[in-house]
């Protein structure tokens, strides 16, 4: 006998996650625009055509729904799968050209900047004021860190860190170079175009963490980039 009940509850499914998207997204460009303390559940609530009870419902608290806003962002998606699942990363860890893999966390990596950079000032706000987000982005930091120090453990079984460095040293390194604060400075406050970043961040970061012994141009491992360079 056919279950007439599950065409039902799927559709009742995709109404529910078309809400959330819809307050996701007009929760993003309020804080983005307005700011934490500025951006209410009720304006969020107005702008995405939904109950207030609604916003409340699904995400429980301003904080709670602000790291949503966050994951999204940074994910590009909804209801994103963890970085270290997504193809592209996948496809950096798989990478067996240590100085294409690098491009590739670069062009990935600064992409998730750009999403999150008009959070900021919410975040920041919403960090100081508030433990459980303050808990929450300091969370971020260490699974960021966690990610690279992945990364970097490939690039050693490539041989292809620079031999003084230990994996320890190399993540170090690059959590610090490669880094939300490090974009927004060149970015934002010193008006570097996102391409001229990643070019700058892809050559430091070779400087900084390969063995100049390696094979290979560090310009040809860029083809099909965003940030390649000719000649």
Known sequence: MEDVKAPVRQTRRARARATQNRIIDHAYRLFSASGYPSTTMETIAAEAGVATQTVYYFFRTK???LQQVVEV???GEAHPLPVMERPWMRQILTENNARRALALIVEHGVDIYIRVAPLRPALEFAAASDPDVNAYWRAVAERRKGGMRTFVERLAELRALQPELTV?????VMFVINSHEVFLGLTRDSRWSVTDFKRWLYDTLTQQLLDPKLHGSPAAATAGLSFHQIG
Do not use: C, N
């Open 63 to 65: 904080a709670l729904l």
């Open 73 to 75: 962002a940074a994910a």
């Open 168 to 172: 320890q040293r190399a993540t170090d």
